[in-house]
């Protein structure tokens, strides 16, 4: 249409580029169901929302660094029904990230914990919360890398930032110092500021030994723990039971 092209440099230069994509669309759609101007240019409005809005969720993904795959519509729930499916979805609320509550998500080695907390960071990004995801272990030596060249705190600022802490694998390896401090730190800092969702092959009740001092392991663990939700998954390995599979 000769007027919507009469429009476009004037949308460019304002970078309505969502406008710009369905104009043409809009357009036909106001004449042939007779909208009226207010009507046409709330559609349009609508649509240049809805493009910011999937914008800005593309650039939190890809800040998070979680796996773009593990999503909840992805999460196969039937390997394994003793995992609390009502639990999971009531997370996916992120209720949890407006309270600044921790959760805390246990279970033997490839039952889902991994994919479980990629897909509540994706629940929480599509909300509009910042999330980052990290192995917990490389998380510490990053922290740690900042003491050589003065960058510790700006580091540290890293996993302080977001809405939501995504440490995964918490536990595979005991920590030596000075990581039961820098991982104090983090749970210390974020305490009742943000929320930390955590997953580990070991129990809650094993987590003490990992640290190295008795005293942080207590003061931060009753942090970690103070009103968070647990969801501990049982069963079999979900990649050993896909290898069986004649």
């Known amino acids: 249409m000769e007027m919507n092209h009469q429009l476009t440099p004037y949308l460019t230069k304002l970078r309505l580029s969502g406008i710009l994509q369905t104009l043409d669309v809009r357009s036909r759609q106001a004449i042939e169901a007779q909208w009226s101007y207010t009507e046409f240019l ?8 809805e493009r910011r809005a999937q914008k800005q969720l593309q650039l939190r993904v ?6 773009s795959t593990k999503t909840l519509e992805t999460f196969d729930f039937t390997f394994n029904p003793a995992i609390n499916r009502q639990q999971v979805l009531q997370l996916a609320t992120c209720e949890f990230i407006r309270q600044r509550r921790n959760v805390l998500i246990c279970g033997p080695t490839g039952t889902g ?67 039961p401090s820098d991982l104090y730190d983090i749970i210390d800092s974020r305490y009742e ?49 896909s290898r069986l599979k004649p």
Request: net charge neutral; hydrophobic share 40%.
């Open 42 to 49: 709330a559609r349009l409005l609508e649509d240049e929302v």
């Open 62 to 67: 890809r800040r998070s660094t979680a796996n």
């Open 113 to 179: 914990k991994s994919h479980l907390g990629q897909a509540l960071a994706h629940e929480a990004m599509r909300q509009g919360f910042d999330v980052l995801f990290v192995n917990a272990h490389k998380m510490l030596q990053h922290i740690h890398g900042g003491r050589a060249d003065g960058s510790y705190e700006r580091r540290q600022q890293t996993y302080l930032r977001p809405d939501l802490l995504v440490l995964d694998d918490f536990g595979l390896k005991l920590l030596q110092p000075p990581a």
């Open 193 to 241: 500021q943000g929320s930390i969702l955590l997953t580990s092959n070991r129990a809650p009740g094993e987590w003490p030994e990992i640290f190295a001092d008795p005293l942080l392991a207590s003061a931060g663990l009753d942090r970690l723990g103070d009103r968070a939700e647990v969801l501990v998954i049982t069963g079999t390995s979900y990649r050993s039971q």
